[in-house]
Every structure is written in structure tokens, then in C-alpha cells.
């Protein structure tokens, strides 16, 4: 089972750029589809983006698409989530997730972070 940490968070203005990071042990990192989610306070946990293992294909909300990009470096063992124009609506503790397939990692099943808390002001 892989270790996720992810990293990154803060607070930011609107309109304003972050990038998390997760950090993923394991030797098979490679392996994993890997995917961002997110939970904003007294709602349910969504879904964000993900990036499969095969071919580093990236998958995205709607809310989100345009203004998030996912990534990873296999080198590094590492996923990123950049994150450009931050809106209010933004603001959430995001989670990293990880699992063989991308299916799997897109309905929340799997390996999970710990969080990260992005808070973005007005």
C-alpha cells in the first residue's frame, strides 16, 4: 500500500496561484493512478482531478477545468496539483489519493493523504 503526504497549502488571495505536492513511498509509484480531492467544511468530500498511470491521462472537474492542472514526476514519486485563478469557493483541505486505476481513484477508493489546507481570501 503507498504512503501519500502531501504539502503546499496556505492561504492566498483570489485570483492568486498555489501548488501542492504529495509524496508518495513505495517503489511502484509508477504504477498508481493518482488523483486530488478535496472537502470544504460541512460538505462532503470531491473529487478534483486525476492523472493516470498509463499514459498520464488527466481527468477534471468542472469546476476546476482551465484553471487546475495535475501532474506528476515518476522520478520523484511525486503529484502536483497547480493551482491558478483561486477562487473563494476554493477553499477546502485537499486530499491526495492513489489506487491502481483511475476509475478507482476517481470514486474515492484507495490510498489517501492526510490533507493539506488551502485557504484562498478575498
Known amino acids: 500500500q503507498v504512503q501519500l503526504v502531501e504539502s503546499g497549502g496556505g492561504l492566498v488571495q483570489a485570483g492568486g496561484s498555489l501548488r501542492l505536492s504529495c509524496a508518495a513511498s513505495?517503489?511502484?509509484?509508477?504504477?498508481?493512478?493518482m488523483g486530488w480531492f478535496r472537502q470544504a467544511p460541512g460538505k462532503e468530500r470531491e473529487f478534483v482531478a486525476a492523472?493516470?498511470?498509463?499514459?498520464?491521462?488527466?481527468f477534471y472537474a468542472d469546476s476546476v477545468k482551465g484553471r487546475f492542472t495535475i501532474s506528476r514526476d515518476n522520478a520523484k514519486n511525486t503529484v502536483y496539483l497547480q493551482m491558478n485563478s483561486l477562487k473563494l469557493e476554493d477553499t477546502a483541505v485537499y486530499y491526495c489519493?492513489?489506487?491502481?486505476?483511475?476509475?478507482?481513484?476517481?470514486?474515492?477508493?484507495?490510498?489517501w493523504g492526510q490533507g493539506t489546507q488551502v485557504s484562498v481570501s478575498s
Open positions: 489519493a492513489a489506487d491502481a486505476t483511475t476509475g478507482r481513484v476517481v470514486r474515492g477508493e484507495g490510498s
Open positions: 513505495g517503489r511502484t509509484f509508477s504504477s498508481y493512478a
Open positions: 492523472i493516470s498511470w498509463r499514459d498520464s491521462s488527466t
